[in-house]
């Protein structure tokens, strides 16, 4: 069935470092993709989207770019700082026109000063 | 502000009670959804509901009910018959389910069993 996976967290990174969080999807067709990020106790907000192949979501510094060919998502940010350690989420809206969404199970960043 | 508003924000829930979670948006979507969140799990689907008076089953609905009969408005309730009730619980809507537009999430409420 339709799928989404995250490379396992927690991922510890220090200030400035490069930062890549992958994500892979299953998919017969192409459905739109989501990265969302959730802060302690709180909901999540949406960071970035893409929502045909090849386009590149981008906003506050994050990446990610929709590859068709490998079914991937992957977040980049080429600065972490201390104000970016949350959870992740990969997404993938669902099949038929629901606009339900397909989580990848979240990755948690710890960014150390 | 335009948003989801959810409440409370932390619920107590005595074995064989049912409790209902508030949620309202003033965006105007039409689309709603429940999702429910353990640790160290993504989101899984409760219920949906694409329209007034309209709702249908997600991935784990058992245990769960839900209405929608405002626009603005889909409450949730978690019965007796939901064994493991203790999860974090948000809300979210969408303005157009067909047109593949972003869900708006609320601030969440934390459910636990004492």
């Known amino acids: 069935g339709d799928s989404v996976t995250q490379m396992e967290g927690p991922v510890t990174l220090s200030e400035e470092a490069f930062l890549t969080i992958n994500c892979t999807y299953t998919?017969?067709?192409?459905?739109?993709l989501f990265w969302y990020v959730q802060y302690p106790g709180e909901g999540l907000q949406l960071l970035l989207k893409a929502t045909k192949a090849d386009d590149k979501g981008s906003n506050k510094g994050f990446e990610a770019t929709y590859r068709k060919e490998t079914t991937s998502f992957h977040l980049e940010k080429g600065s972490v700082q201390v104000s970016d350690s949350a959870v992740y989420f990969c997404?993938?809206?669902?099949?038929?026109?629901?606009?339900?969404?397909?989580f990848g199970q979240g990755t948690t960043l710890q960014v150390k000063p | 502000d335009g948003g989801i508003t959810q409440s409370p924000k932390y619920l107590f829930r005595k074995e064989g009670q049912n409790v209902t979670l508030s949620c309202e948006q003033n965006l105007n979507h039409d689309a709603m959804y429940w999702y429910r969140q353990d640790p160290g799990q993504g989101l899984r689907l409760i219920y949906y509901s694409q329209i007034v008076n309209d709702f249908q089953k997600g991935d784990i609905a058992e245990g769960y009910s839900v209405s929608r009969e405002k626009k603005e408005s889909f409450p949730l309730t978690v019965t007796s018959a939901q064994k493991n009730p203790t999860a974090f619980y948000l809300c979210?809507?969408?303005?157009?389910?067909?047109?593949?537009?972003?869900?708006?999430f609320g601030q969440g409420t934390r459910l636990t069993v004492v």
């Open positions: 997404a993938r809206r669902g099949s038929g026109n629901t606009g339900k969404l397909i």
């Open positions: 998919a017969t067709g192409y459905p739109s």
């Open positions: 979210a809507s969408s303005m157009d389910p067909i047109k593949a537009t972003e869900a708006f």
